[in-house]
């Protein structure tokens, strides 16, 4: 049986960062980070419980990535560049079959974004993963909730949807092909956070948010923060593939409310666009126009025909949905 030292020791200690920036990593009572001059350090926490998040017997090898990448897309949606991780987590045994693949997916993502696991802490207990990410932003160009103005644009980054398909599927709730469920099992299990968007839209970008809970509520969260409203055009939506098999109603409920798409939704005033477009090109990631901010509060959803839709799903939440 292994040691929770022995544990921390195969698995969980590397020598690969940065010296410039990590001065010290695993091993110590704290790990040190050498800030980089002129910048902020941005950093966010996120928490995956067995049963809430995943399901028990998920695979450990797209945990190990899920657990980091739901904390990096935060600080995508900052416009921050990854640094550093913490993890602490508990786990009922100290098993290597499940240890070496958790720790293989987790740092296939972290190595991808140069993110070195500088510390954490190991317990026994029900499965629980917790991950803290620190990223450098520079001083005043982090892409806050509250800087959406009225006039602004509004813009999310790939498609949305496909990640609730694929949870839909597995509750039996909808009918997909098994090719198709492939790609939306992909979204749901392995997003791909985007933080080389989050960045190349420092200084051109005002709000942004990581679309976890869903489009409509994660957006509402920028108008509530920012003291205004948004008016969406429904059939400007860029619905995930899969999902265009299935009928209007349910795409459009997926597109506006599914949540764990990990996309970017962003303000950027219109004299802006050129940029915002030059960005989606460096950072080879498709970003579509869906609205703009308005001065009345509230969040407006347009059909095709310029009317009002009446919806009234609200996004996913922990504590009234299930
Ligand atoms: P402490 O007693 O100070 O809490 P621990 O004995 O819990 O320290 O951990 C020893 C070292 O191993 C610390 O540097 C801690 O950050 C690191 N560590 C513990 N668990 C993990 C983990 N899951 N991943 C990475 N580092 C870890
Ligand atoms: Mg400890």
Partial sequence: MLSEFDLIARYFTRQSHDPTRVALAVGDDCAL???LP??????STDMLVEG?????????GRLGHKALAVNLSDLAAMGARPLAFTLAFSLPNADPAWLAPFAQGLFALADQHGCALIGGDTTAGPLNICITVFGDVPTGAALRRDAA???DDVWVSGSVGEARLALAALRQEAQVDASLLHQAAERLHAPAPRVALGIALRGIARAAIDVSDGLVGDLGHILERSRCG?????SALPIGAALL?????????????????????????????????AA??????????IGRVDAEPGLRVLDASGSALAFDFASFDHFTSS
Avoid: W
């Fill in 33 to 35: 980070l050498n800030p």
């Fill in 38 to 43: 002129g910048n902020q350090l941005a950093i």
């Fill in 52 to 60: 809430r998040h995943f399901f028990a017997g998920a695979d450990p």
């Fill in 149 to 151: 103005c009225a006039g």
């Fill in 230 to 234: 948004a008016t969406l055009d429904a």
């Fill in 245 to 277: 098999h299935q009928d209007a109603a349910l795409q459009l409920r997926f597109a506006l409310a599914g949540g764990d798409d990990y996309e970017l939704c962003f303000t950027a005033p219109p004299a802006q666009r050129k940029q915002v477009m």
């Fill in 280 to 289: 989606a090109g460096t950072s080879n990631t498709p970003v579509t126009r």
